[in-house]
């Protein structure tokens, strides 16, 4: 299977919005901490083709696409001039998504969007890279450990009515 990495534009934010939708769902729908409606209330609002076009258009967001025979498996999307209490560095880049379909998990998906990722903090002058992972994503948090990122902080995420704990992480690009 070829893999292919791309830098998105605005004609996909429908699908981006389609493959956000369903990576998420995958991710966290099952774990018995996330109640149904605060995920359905967050996904209704995060994961429409206008939430994810207003994304897109942001100057500030760069949303990267990894496809397999020009079908999209994963996705990540970076914010630049993002930055919180506890994250170092003059100028941080943050890693706002980064996610595999549920299929394609542990078949170096995400791999390849962190080391796309990595690469364009780097051309673009930043020095930290960061982000946030909630509290029981422990296979996430091993993820990005094994990419040298440490834990530097915490915050909340809202899931709907949920005020999530998310770690923030963070390595030096
Ligand atoms: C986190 C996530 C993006 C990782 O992507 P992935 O496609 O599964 O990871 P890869 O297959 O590219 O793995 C890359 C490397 O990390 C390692 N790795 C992946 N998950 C790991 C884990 N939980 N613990 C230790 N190592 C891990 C792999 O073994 C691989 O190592 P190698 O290069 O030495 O072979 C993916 O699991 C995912 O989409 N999860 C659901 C969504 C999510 O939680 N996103 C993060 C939200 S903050």
Redesign the pocket.
Known sequence: MSLTIRRATIEDAEIIAQIAWQ?FYD?FADHPKNAPEDLKSYMDEAFTAKAILAELTDKDSIFFVAEIENKIV?YAKLKQNSCEEGISGENPIELCR???LSE?????????LMLKSLEFAKESGHDVIW?G?WEY?H??Q??YK?FGFEKCGEHIFQLGSDPQTDWLMERKV
């Open positions: 990576s991710a994963g980064l996610y595999s394609f998990i542990g078949k170096g998906i995400g791999k390849t982000l992972v994503n296979r996430a091993e993820f094994k």
